[in-house]
């Protein structure tokens, strides 16, 4: 392609075992060329272990790597340990790519959500585990000469409120922020918020069948019939974006983007 994918790179990927994760995987991996790496992260070791398989099918040349982790309960150390075996000098891009995400309990309206334990948990997921990843990433790829691009996997809810998925809407937008102000800090990262469309995966299968608001049940049911975008679509327009590099660092792309 051109130059951005044309380099030796390490692929850091959580929420790999399935859906939209699942396919970046297998896109990124027929461009990497030969003596790069991934490292793929989600819970389901069934999910991670066929991710693997794809992307080996489509690319031999790459080195791939899984860890079973559970993003709920995440701390800097085992981050730590994950990239302890990646060398920090080896790859001449070291992207990370933050796409693990939940809806989090529908069974709440925003003025039912008074429980902090829910909030914690929701919020571990959704933003702490993602800040923790990208603090330990930064620290272990120090070095001046290699880049470091990192993707945050974002959603329309994280700009329009929706009825009923009031986590989510609040989550997609704290992550944003927090890369906002991540790149405001640092504006030599390349970090780009990601917003891939509307996509059938069990994510959207849980919000379409189970949020409380009729409004939005019924926008899904429209989508589910006529408008869903192909995740190999979306993945094909992330691959592209990065290489085309025509956004600010710390912004969000819409897949509807031109
Ligand atoms: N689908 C859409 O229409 C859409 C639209 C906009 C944005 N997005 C965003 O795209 C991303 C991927 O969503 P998707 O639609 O592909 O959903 P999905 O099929 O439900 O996949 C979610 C991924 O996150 C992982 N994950 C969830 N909880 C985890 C945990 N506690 N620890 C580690 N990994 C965890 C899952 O793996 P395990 O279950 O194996 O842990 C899975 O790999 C999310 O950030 C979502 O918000 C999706």
Partial sequence: MNEFWSRRTCVILTGASKGIGQE???????????????????????????????VNKENKDIFVEYYSVDLYNSNALMFEKILEPIDQLKYELYL??????????????AADMN???EWNRYMSLNLYSVACLTSVFLAKFNTKKTEKCIV??????????????GYYCVGKASREMYFRVLAK????????????????TDMTMQISAN??????????????????????????????????RNYQTGSRIDYYDV
């Fill in 152 to 165: 945050n996997i974002t959603s329309l809810f994280g700009i329009e409120a929706k009825q009923s998925v």
């Fill in 115 to 117: 429980d902090p334990d």
């Fill in 185 to 200: 800090e640092n504006p030599t990262l390349n970090i780009l918020s990601y917003s891939p469309g509307p996509i059938l």
């Fill in 24 to 54: 970046l995987a297998v896109e990124i991996s027929r461009l990497l060329i030969p003596d790069s790496a991934m490292v793929l992260i989600a819970r389901s070791t069934v999910g991670l272990e066929n991710t693997k398989y794809m």
């Fill in 211 to 244: 949020c409380k608001d009729q409004k939005l049940r019924e926008e899904y049911k429209i989508i589910r019939e006529r408008d869903w975008v192909k995740v190999e679509d979306t993945c094909k327009k992330l691959v592209n974006v990065l290489a085309m």
């Fill in 96 to 109: 990370l790519i933050h796409n693990a995400g939940s809806v989090g309990n529908l069974d709440h309206l």
